[in-house]
Every structure is written in structure tokens, then in C-alpha cells.
């Protein structure tokens, strides 16, 4: 079955410091992968997305992720993080047309 | 991208009772569905919603509790029947827009059940 895994629940960072969030999947067939962003009390936004192509993808507000099919990872990273950044994200891989999750990564932000 | 708004926001509801969240976007989209987050937790697909047919349910959800409607291409509607405090989550739509494989969400409905 489909799955995806964020190993890591909650990550604090200093602001200013890189961030790498991992997210490993369990899919048959070429994957389409996402990563979303939930603020507190917010829906979730589109951070990114790879489809194919070039595997080192650019998102929305300076984020950046790398597909590496050897690995079945694709880790969401930032070279220096905001205190605005600090929200839960979400890892997906889409299933048909559907999309599977992972369990989410919280990102703390020390100031 | 597009503009996707949920009504209401945020409800607090009485165990037993039903609410209806509906969902609405402004361009026309291919798909649409419905996600339940509890609390603390990932989200997790409840149903497609079809345009003029029956809603397609995943395992472990059902027609009875979860009915849906999508009546047209840019509206749906879910509703929570027979509410238990279990039910307490924030319910998400999502729209597939047309010739994109990216869904897009709602901001969410927030339900408490009490």
C-alpha cells in the first residue's frame, strides 16, 4: 500500500539556521509528491511539487525539495528559516487522483 | 491557482445533532473532496465527491454518517450526521483543478462536539 512517512514530529530550529525536513514514501509507480504547509488555525497551502524532470524543485517562500528515487525521499529543505516559517507540514504523494499524507512535521522557530 | 471558501468557519455542535460545511470555488475544477484532520493527526480522505452522483467513500466511512452532494462543478456540500464528540476535527474540501494533478484546500471548518 501507498504510504509516507515524516520521521521527525517536531523540529526546532534557531532563526536564521537550514532546515531539512525528510519525508520517505512507499509508492509502485512514479510518484507525483507534494509538501504542504499548515499554519495554526489555517487550511494548507502548496509549498511545492515535483511531477518530473529536474529533481531539485523550487517552491514559494524560499523553499526548496530534491527527489531521489534510490532513496524514495523527498526532503523538503530552506537555507535560513523565519520565525514566520514555525507551522506543521505535510508530506504527499498522490495515489490516482488521490492524495496520501504523511503524519505531519512541526517546526518550532527559536528566536 | 484558485479561491476555495468553507462555510461555516468554526461550529460547536451538540452530541446528535447534524452540520452541514459547505465548500465553494471560484473556477471550475475536475474534482473535489473531503478530508477529516482530528485532532493532532494527518489528514485522511473521507470521499470524492461526484458532480450528479453518489460520493465515492474510502474504507472505514460511510454515506449514512458523511452524506455529500456536489450538485454542480464548483460546489459540495458534507455533512456530519448523528454528531458524537468524536467527530470533533477540522473538516477540509480540496478541488483537482482542470488539467492539473495539484489539489488545492480550503481553509477548513473547525467542529467541536460537545
Known amino acids: 500500500a501507498q504510504s509516507v512517512t515524516q520521521p521527525d514530529i517536531h523540529i526546532t530550529v534557531s532563526e536564521g539556521a537550514s532546515l531539512e525536513l525528510r519525508c520517505n514514501y512507499s509508492?509502485?509507480?512514479?510518484?507525483?509528491l507534494f509538501w504542504y504547509v499548515q499554519s495554526p488555525g489555517q487550511g494548507l497551502q502548496l509549498l511545492l511539487k515535483?511531477?518530473?524532470?529536474?529533481?531539485l524543485v523550487q517552491g514559494i517562500k524560499g523553499f526548496e525539495a530534491e527527489f531521489k528515487r534510490s532513496q524514495s525521499s523527498f526532503n523538503l529543505r530552506k537555507p535560513s528559516v523565519h520565525w514566520s516559517d514555525a507551522a506543521e507540514y505535510f508530506c504527499a504523494v498522490t495515489y490516482g487522483n488521490k492524495l496520501v499524507f504523511g503524519a505531519g512535521t512541526i517546526l518550532r522557530v527559536k528566536s | 491557482s484558485a479561491v476555495i471558501s468553507q462555510k461555516p468557519s468554526r461550529d460547536i455542535c451538540q452530541r446528535g445533532t447534524s452540520l452541514t460545511i459547505q465548500c465553494q470555488v471560484d473556477s471550475q475544477v475536475t474534482m473535489m473532496f473531503w478530508y477529516r484532520q482530528q485532532p493532532g493527526q494527518s489528514l485522511t480522505l473521507i470521499a470524492t465527491?461526484?458532480?450528479?452522483?453518489?460520493?465515492?467513500?474510502e474504507s472505514g466511512f460511510v454515506i449514512d454518517k458523511f452524506p455529500i452532494s456536489r450538485p454542480n462543478l464548483t460546489f459540495s456540500t458534507l455533512t456530519v450526521s448523528n454528531m458524537s464528540p468524536e467527530d470533533s476535527s477540522i473538516y477540509l474540501c480540496?478541488?483537482?483543478?482542470?488539467?492539473?494533478?495539484?489539489?488545492?484546500f480550503g481553509p477548513g471548518t473547525r467542529l467541536t462536539v460537545l
Open positions: 465527491a461526484n458532480q450528479g452522483s453518489e460520493a465515492t467513500y
Open positions: 480540496s478541488v483537482l483543478l482542470a488539467g492539473t494533478d495539484t489539489q488545492y
Open positions: 515535483y511531477f518530473s524532470g529536474d529533481t
Open positions: 509508492y509502485g509507480a512514479t510518484p507525483y
